[in-house]
């Protein structure tokens, strides 16, 4: 059975990219279209892994991490940040919050594949 | 620098016509920001399809060179070598078979010209026979009642004179009508396997070239499947590409976030200084920092516009180039296949030599049959020659018989029967002429027999396995030129759906990359901008020059920044106005570079 990963990103091309590059390599893909959505989203649905954009309306993803980390259907689960920032600073925060890796964008498909294998072991 | 502040109401037209400057430039920014991403989802929304069709094509390419390099094609390959083998040692033989039989028709055909002589003699004995019958009724007469007894014996010798003109006129046109046959069928074997010949060696040829050309298709197919992996894999190289350019629109729509921020508080600044009527040290610093930031924001929306024109430039030479690859990849599947355009192949050919060979070896078989026949209708013809010899033996013998009762008519005649003595003399040395000349035919019919009784038992038996071979080269010939057309049928299907496929692909690329003009639109947009801002760095640096102090001026900016390649080039221009050497935004991101297992830009914590 596919792996279901979601995407959290506030950019629709780059949820689109995401999900294009998830889908060609036999994943699954839930979208949502800012921290508030996702944690909402995955309040309900059990997933595989989260990658979430950093700043986005509503609830930015160190605030979605927390969440997720706070909640319980979805606790565990590998979160990769997927940003521009690449700031070593909101690198700390994000580890701090509990993210498992960080990504700056732009990604390479083959790149994104290599740590999502990495990730889900 | 002269000193270029001037009266308050100046600085207030110079900082509204600024502030006039800026307001549109960011209504401009905010427009290209917002208002471009749909063009990129358009794109996004192709890729999934265009990839998809190009991994089909791929795969399309790798089954056709399959159909014609599989196992079934080694195993046709190898069959076809050994027909190949097959027929020529079946052609040797049979034109080994046909110059013996030639041979052995040439040797009867000169042993029949040697039974001229004997029948010639026969044609004399007649001659001769009829003679002496004239002669003893002469003498019969002659002697009256005393020679009565002759009549009979000269009507019994005229009767075999008949007998004799009778046989060896049968065996005269027995003669002529086996030698009719044998130059008859020499003309027609000779005619056939000149014409054999040339038909033969040309499909053979062919056939050979074609063998050949399937063992190359056979290896370049081999070759192939490489060549369409490495394609794939640069298809997926252009795919990757399109997917991390495609990103960009995000980011350029950041770093413009960026710049509206900036310019949308430089504008607030310009206002305050008008409202407050601003003293000497405000204004300067105020037009600093109006040169300051504008500089910057020309240098980070020069940088970001010229990102998102590489970006759409690379997104649509990427996509070109999967359509380019794919028509690559079909051009090639057509050269490695040995087919044509039109569908056609070297298979078409093959099957048509095939076709030749398989008339070859019947137009071979009927030759064989009609060989056979012809030493069959030899055989039969000697034997009726034979069975006319032996009735001349037999005559001869009764002329002997006829000799002997001369001769004791004649000595109880007396002296009176003496001239027929002399005839019965003349009737025992034709009895000894016919055993001679009957003994010659019988020694040339030996001979024939001898010469053509194992090739008519050889051709018999050899006929009947040649036909099973025949028949069997057939057989198998018409499953390999089945499976040809099977082949060929798949292939031409194949290759017409992988050509449309192609086709439909490079237009549907084309028609999605030459309505994107987002690239074009947006670089206009920033070089309006870009204009506007320089036109305020100038001015600004006219009446004040740069500070030194330009990075401490807009230390505030940096923390707005969220990508590498803004701070780059921040910390680029702070280094210029420092007095540092100047150092390329490239360089300054290697210096901060650290790569990892996935790339410099991954983490894993």
């Given at each position: 059975m596919a792996k279901l990963i979601m995407t959290a990103d506030d950019s629709a091309s780059v949820r689109q990219m995401v999900a294009f590059t998830l889908k060609q390599n036999g994943y699954d893909v839930v979208e949502a279209v800012d921290g508030r959505d996702a944690l909402n989203k995955l309040n309900a649905q059990k997933v595989d892994m989260l990658l979430t954009d950093l700043n986005m309306p509503n609830m930015d993803g160190i605030g979605l991490i927390k969440g997720v980390r706070a909640g319980t259907l979805n606790k565990f689960i590998p979160i990769v940040m997927l940003t521009t920032e690449s700031n070593d600073t909101r690198k700390g925060e994000g580890k701090a919050a509990g993210a498992t890796g960080w990504i700056v964008k732009p990604f390479k498909p083959e790149q994104l594949i290599a740590v999502i294998k990495k990730v889900l072991g | 620098m002269a000193f270029k502040i001037v009266s308050p109401g100046e600085n207030d037209k110079q900082f509204s016509c600024w502030r006039g400057i800026i307001a549109p430039a960011i209504g401009t920014l905010r427009q290209m920001a917002g208002t471009t991403e749909d063009e990129f989802l358009q794109i996004g929304s192709r890729l999934h399809s265009f990839y998809q069709r190009s991994a089909d094509i791929s795969a399309m390419a790798n089954h056709l060179v399959s159909v014609v390099s599989g196992e079934s094609v080694v195993t046709l390959t190898s069959r076809l070598q050994q027909m190949m083998a097959d027929m020529e040692a079946y052609l040797g033989n049979a034109r080994s078979r046909s110059s013996q039989s030639c041979s052995t028709l040439e040797q009867v055909q000169n042993l029949l010209d040697k039974l001229s002589e004997p029948l010639e003699g026969f044609h004399k004995m007649n001659k001769t026979l009829r003679m002496l019958s004239i002669s003893t009724k002469i003498e019969s007469s002659r002697l009256g009642e005393l020679g009565s007894g002759f009549v009979n014996l000269a009507m019994d010798v005229e009767k075999l004179s008949h007998q004799v003109n009778e046989k060896s006129a049968?065996?005269?046109?027995?003669?002529?009508?086996?030698?009719?046959?044998?130059?008859?069928?020499?003309?027609?074997?000779?005619?056939?396997?000149?014409?054999?010949?040339?038909?033969?060696?040309?499909?053979?040829?062919?056939?050979?070239?074609?063998?050949?050309?399937?063992?190359?298709?056979?290896?370049?197919?081999?070759?192939?499947?490489?060549?369409?992996?490495?394609?794939?894999?640069?298809?997926?190289?252009?795919?990757?590409?399109?997917?991390?350019?495609?990103?960009?629109?995000?980011?350029?729509?950041?770093?413009?976030?960026?710049?509206?921020?900036?310019?949308?508080?430089?504008?607030?600044?310009?206002?305050?200084?008008?409202?407050?009527?601003?003293?000497?040290?405000?204004?300067?610093?105020?037009?600093?920092?109006?040169?300051?930031?504008?500089?910057?924001?020309?240098?980070?929306?020069?940088?970001?516009?010229?990102?998102?024109?590489?970006?759409?430039?690379?997104?649509?030479?990427?996509?070109?180039?999967?359509?380019?690859?794919?028509?690559?990849?079909?051009?090639?599947?057509?050269?490695?296949?040995?087919?044509?355009?039109d569908g056609s192949s070297f298979i078409d050919v093959m099957s048509q030599g095939m076709t030749a060979v398989t008339a070859v070896l019947t137009s071979c078989a009927k030759a064989d049959n009609d060989m056979s026949a012809t030493m069959k209708k030899v055989g039969q013809t000697i034997d009726e020659i034979a069975a006319f010899v032996f009735d001349i033996e037999a005559i001869g013998s009764e002329i002997d018989l006829i000799a002997l009762n001369s001769q004791i008519k004649a000595a109880l005649t007396g002296t009176d029967g003496a001239a027929l003595g002399v005839l019965a003399e003349a009737i025992k040395r034709l009895s000894d002429e016919a055993v001679r000349q009957t003994d010659a035919v019988a020694g040339i019919l030996t001979g024939i027999h001898a010469v053509t009784e194992h090739l008519i038992a050889d051709s018999e038996n050899e006929n009947d396995q040649s036909g099973t071979c025949i028949i069997s080269m057939q057989d198998e010939l018409a499953v390999i030129l089945s499976s040809l057309a099977e082949m060929d049928t798949e292939m031409r299907s194949v290759l017409s759906a992988l050509n449309e496929r192609v086709l439909t692909l490079t237009q549907d690329v084309e028609q999605t990359t030459s309505g994107v003009d987002v690239h074009e639109r947006t670089?206009?947009?920033?070089?309006?901008?870009?204009?506007?801002?320089?036109?305020?760095?100038?001015?600004?640096?006219?009446?004040?020059?740069?500070?030194?102090?330009?990075?401490?001026?807009?230390?505030?900016?940096?923390?707005?920044?969220?990508?590498?390649?803004?701070?780059?080039?921040?910390?680029?221009?702070?280094?210029?106005?420092?007095?540092?050497?100047?150092?390329s935004i490239e360089s300054v991101a290697k210096e901060n570079s650290d790569d990892s297992e996935f790339g410099d830009n991954v983490d894993l914590f």
């Open positions: - | 049968a065996i005269l046109a027995h003669r002529q009508l086996l030698a009719t046959l044998i130059t008859d069928n020499l003309a027609l074997v000779r005619a056939t396997e000149a014409k054999q010949d040339v038909n033969v060696s040309a499909t053979l040829k062919d056939t050979s070239a074609n063998l050949m050309e399937l063992v190359a298709v056979n290896e370049r197919c081999m070759m192939f499947g490489r060549t369409v992996s490495i394609i794939s894999a640069e298809v997926t190289d252009s795919i990757s590409e399109v997917v991390s350019s495609m990103q960009m629109h995000d980011m350029t729509r950041q770093q413009l976030e960026h710049v509206v921020e900036a310019l949308e508080r430089l504008i607030g600044e310009l206002a305050e200084s008008k409202a407050a009527a601003a003293d000497d040290h405000t204004l300067r610093r105020t037009i600093v920092e109006a040169g300051d930031v504008c500089e910057l924001q020309e240098a980070q929306l020069h940088f970001a516009a010229g990102e998102l024109y590489t970006a759409v430039c690379i997104i649509l030479d990427n996509l070109r180039e999967v359509a380019r690859k794919q028509s690559l990849i079909a051009q090639e599947t057509i050269t490695v296949t040995g087919a044509d355009s670089k206009a947009m920033a070089d309006g901008v870009l204009a506007s801002l320089e036109l305020i760095v100038a001015q600004s640096r006219q009446i004040e020059p740069a500070s030194s102090e330009f990075k401490e001026n807009l230390r505030h900016m940096e923390e707005h920044y969220t990508m590498e390649s803004e701070r780059h080039i921040h910390e680029a221009l702070a280094r210029k106005r420092s007095g540092l050497s100047a150092v």
